[in-house]
């Protein structure tokens, strides 16, 4: 529990309140008061002697934005997108780590940064978030200053979140496999768990597996799913059966389990049962949004009473809370986002494939035409319409889904602020105002219409959404409304403008 004598000892230490004030260079500051919440935005930080000071005022942790800024004092709620990107002058890849399972927090962790160097990144670093998990951050300098004479620094927020997902999926089909009703992170190398899958994430095995067309990896629908056939090794003996396994009837052996008869959209007719990482592995890809905020390195957490601190990101198997307790924390000599050793350009490949899914994507949204009316709620997918029912966790996963979604079902930026925070009264543990008034503000200045997740990236199912097979099909919820706003199924025109 963090005392006050605890917290003016602490943020006292010159060497904590020269780190904190580095990290918080061109960023915007909000600087939180105990149980009193967050002070004015934007602030900022430029004099060590300013941290014990608000710390005497009641202070107990500093905050910053992802993005840079050439001014942040100038940042306003109410500036246009030409206006933001033109103050902004770029952003920091970070990627927040959070679990229940504090075991499972650390090989995520540890699994990211393996991938990131899968793709030649060797700048990544690492901090302890101060309670369950960590951050891991990627300086802007490691990217390159243009990626098809766009500038990177426009690219915020839609190119690091499609990294965060590729990253996602790249450790779920190289780094995961699942045996025995158990799951072998590192393909059972370096750790393996032994924890029955309920065990783990608490939620049932069909959320923890999912089976997907081998070619596209797109997921299948249930009369997608191959029937399944035992075939006897030995001695060639078939059975039509729907088991976990069959022991031949003549030589008494286990017999091979094979999947037939699955046509998917694109022609193939092979599936894969994949893992579905986010089950399991917590990574909250809307920290990677306008204006959001994370705590800055050396800054106390008020729940744990710990620091977040950074670490060498090669012993994050090995780190323990106990470390980070503020009377022993020293200055490690591995700084969070390190410009200094940063190398440029090294981030190329993971801004490529992140681009080469907007690209691919934006062929999908030209199927798309501008709906002329808003298409009412009685026509939105089940998936929608569990997320509208609230709910207790992914809430802000939801929120990106929701305002995405709204928009491009025709609903005018007042219809969808109304109805979202009618949705936030519903969840168990409301998101804060602030957090929903930037996204909705940052969608409204976006002129482009940008799809919700597709129902393949396992968004839902880190939500606790399981989509049905109908939707499946539809690969997309927008794609499922919009088709069946075409066919009829519903009110008419003039029962959908009276739904609103």
């Known amino acids: 529990m963090l005392t006050p004598s605890i917290i003016l000892n602490f943020y006292k230490r010159k060497d904590i309140q020269e780190a904190i004030v580095e990290a918080a260079k061109s960023r915007e500051i909000a600087i939180k008061y105990g149980e009193n919440g967050f002070g004015k935005r934007p602030d900022s930080l430029n004099y060590s002697s300013e941290v014990l000071e608000l710390a005497k005022n009641g202070a107990t942790s500093f905050h910053s934005s992802e993005e840079l800024w050439e001014n942040p004092l100038s940042i306003d709620t109410g500036m246009s997108q030409s206006e933001v990107n ?12 959070d679990s229940d399972d504090w075991s499972i927090s650390k090989i995520t962790t540890w699994l990211v940064i393996r991938a990131l160097k899968d793709f030649g990144v060797s700048s990544a670093s690492v901090k302890f978030s101060g309670n369950r998990g960590f951050h891991i951050g990627l300086p802007f300098e490691s990217f390159p200053r243009e990626y098809k004479g766009v500038e990177t620094k426009l690219l915020f927020p839609d190119a690091p979140r499609r990294i965060s997902s590729m990253l996602i999926n790249h450790i779920s089909e190289n780094y995961i496999e699942v045996k025995n009703n158990d799951i072998l992170f590192g393909k059972g ?27 596209c990896k ?27 396994f069959m022991v031949c009837p003549k030589c008494k052996k286990i017999m091979d389990k094979i999947s037939r008869k699955v046509s998917c959209k694109c022609g193939s007719r092979e599936s894969v049962e994949v893992f579905n990482a986010l089950s399991v592995m917590k990574i909250d890809t809307l920290l990677i949004s306008p204006r959001h905020l994370f705590r800055v390195p050396y800054s106390l957490h008020e729940k744990s009473g710990l ?12 780190f323990e809370k106990r470390f980070a307790n503020p009377g022993i924390v020293k200055l490690s000599k591995h700084k969070f986002i390190d410009r200094i050793s940063a190398k440029e350009g090294e981030a190329i490949k993971l801004l490529e494939a992140s681009m080469s899914e907007i690209e691919s994507s934006e062929k999908i ?34 929120l990106f889904v929701l305002s995405n979604f709204l928009q491009c079902v025709g609903w005018d ?10 949705w936030n009264k519903k969840n168990p543990e409301p998101l804060k105002e602030t957090l929903i008034i930037g996204q909705l503000r940052y969608r409204k200045g976006s002129k482009e219409r940008i799809l919700p997740p597709n129902y393949d990236k396992d968004y839902y199912r880190g939500m606790g959404i399981i989509p ?7 690969k997309n919820p927008v794609r499922y409304t919009l088709s069946m706003a075409k066919r009829g199924k519903g009110p008419n025109k003039r029962s959908q403008k009276k739904a609103l």
């Open 86 to 97: 033109k103050l902004r002058k770029g952003w920091d890849f970070i990627i927040d780590i």
């Open 189 to 215: 190398l370096e750790k393996t768990f032994k924890k029955r899958f309920e065990e783990l994430s608490g939620v049932g095995t069909t959320s923890l597996k999912k089976r997907v067309c081998a070619k």
């Open 218 to 244: 797109s997921v299948l629908a249930e009369e997608q799913k191959a029937s399944l056939e035992f075939q006897c090794r030995k001695c060639g003996i078939v059975i039509n059966e729907n088991a976990e």
């Open 307 to 318: 620091v977040s601190m950074p670490f060498n990101p090669e012993k994050v198997l090995l």
């Open 365 to 398: 949204r030209k199927e798309f035409e501008p709906v002329g009316e808003a298409i009412p709620e009685t026509l939105f997918p089940p998936a929608i319409k569990k997320i509208l029912e609230g709910l207790k966790d992914g809430k802000k996963r939801a």
């Open 413 to 422: 930026y007042s219809s969808i602020e109304s109805r979202i925070k009618e």
């Open 468 to 474: 049905t097979d109908e939707e499946l099909r539809y």
